[in-house]
């Protein structure tokens, strides 16, 4: 293309085919090697409008090769895993999520075709086979896998995945028990697992973390256990005990007076021995899991009249639930919890253990109340779980 002044264009050149059609070439700002836009033109202005865009974008820094994008998508998901540094149960679901619901469908894609109609074809299918939690959480994984071929490796331009609200999606409302039926599981339940029903209930801690708890971290005087690992299962049945995700998981948690006496009666009789036994172990003693106490918890869930399909896990909405119509705030809720973001905040809020106690002393109150006690009972001496060897 000719300047104003009959000279050459500054940058690349254009040329006619022997189909008729253009060509726009340029130097690549990367190797220097002389190369072609990546599809010719009807006319030389289209062309060179072609080379003018390419021109500008590398000035502007948002070239990329197009070549970068022809990489297999599949092989590129895989690496992608490989190279992220995740635990070994969440890099075990991240692999099931694109072994079953990403490679089969945009596996065979290079990089550069795994186009927004790609990714909304690929979203209406999976949701018309499976359940909308599995397709939000295959969406969040392909979102960053492409995120990381546009900012980190800058293989393409933009981020196919563009749904508005694809990531998320409603929560069905989970079943709050009531403190009488929370006590009608416990009543109804094997005797070795009604330590296990009440705690979940007044401080509401996952599974994982009830599994791991030893004797050491349950303090009985001050009514406060310490949350420091977390049990998980794998696919293949092994268990694993790790550090919390963040460091809010790391956190001491206060429970009511009114359920000492349950947790003596338990170390006493069902905890493992010494200060490192877990304080709930399976029915031969070994670790405890899921398996080991599903089917106790529906027959207590019958046994004690509760129609709704409350799963052992809402225990810990109940918990919540009852914290908050109890004083507790947003952030002292979050925190019992072990969520990292309130945690942060209250860093400002100088929130103690002792206020915590407060918190649990009031749920104890209003369990008291449900069940027409009249008063807590008295707090034991020398209650110290881990020296209950």
């Not at 295959?138 to 995945?161: F, G, H, S, W």
């Not at 460091?247 to 170390?267: K, N, S």
Request: include cysteine.
């Amino acid at each position: 293309m000719a300047n104003g002044k009959g000279g050459r264009r500054r940058f690349g050149s254009v040329r006619q085919l022997a189909s008729g059609r253009w060509q726009a070439r340029y130097r690549d700002p990367l190797t220097g090697q002389l190369r072609s836009a990546e599809k010719t033109y009807p006319t030389k202005t289209d062309a060179e409008v072609a080379l003018s865009q390419i021109e500008a974008d590398i000035s502007r820094e948002q070239w990329t090769d197009p070549d970068a994008g022809k990489i297999n998508f599949g092989k590129y998901a895989d690496q992608w895993l490989k190279d992220r540094p995740l635990e070994a149960r969440t890099r075990e679901r991240y692999e099931g999520v694109i072994r079953l619901h990403i490679k089969p469908f945009l596996g065979g894609l290079t990089i550069a075709k795994v186009t927004p109609a790609k990714v909304r074809s690929w979203r209406t299918g999976r949701l018309a086979e499976v359940g909308e939690p599995t397709v939000v959480k295959a969406y969040q994984i392909l979102r960053a896998i492409m995120n990381t071929a546009v900012v980190e490796d800058e293989l393409i331009k933009r981020n196919p995945c563009r749904i508005k609200g694809a990531d998320t999606y409603d929560v069905p409302e989970r079943p709050v028990l009531s403190v009488p039926e929370v006590y009608a599981v416990a009543d109804a339940i094997k005797p070795q697992w009604r330590a296990l029903v009440l705690l979940t209930a007044f401080t509401t801690l996952r599974f994982g973390e009830l599994a791991a708890l030893r004797r050491r971290d349950v303090d009985l005087d001050a009514r406060i256990l310490w949350v420091r690992r977390n049990q998980g299962e794998m696919n293949d049945g092994r268990l694993i005990e790790k550090a919390p995700k963040s460091r809010a998981g790391f956190r001491p948690v206060a429970f009511p007076a009114d359920i000492v006496p349950d947790l003596q009666h338990h170390a006493e009789r069902h905890a493992g021995a010494g200060r490192d036994g877990h304080f709930f172990v399976g029915p031969r003693g070994g670790k405890l899991r899921r398996s080991n106490f599903r089917g106790d918890w529906v027959a207590a869930r019958e046994a004690a009249g509760i129609s709704v399909d409350a799963h052992f896990h809402d225990l810990r909405h109940t918990g919540n639930t009852l914290a908050s119509q109890n004083g507790a705030s947003t952030k002292e809720l979050m925190t019992r919890m072990g969520h990292s973001t309130a945690r942060a905040a209250l860093i400002y809020q100088h929130m103690t253990s002792d206020r915590d106690r407060v918190i649990a002393d009031k749920m104890g109150k209003a369990a008291r109340k449900a069940l027409g006690k009249r008063k807590a009972p008295p707090s034991p001496s020398g209650t110290d779980v881990a020296r209950a060897d």
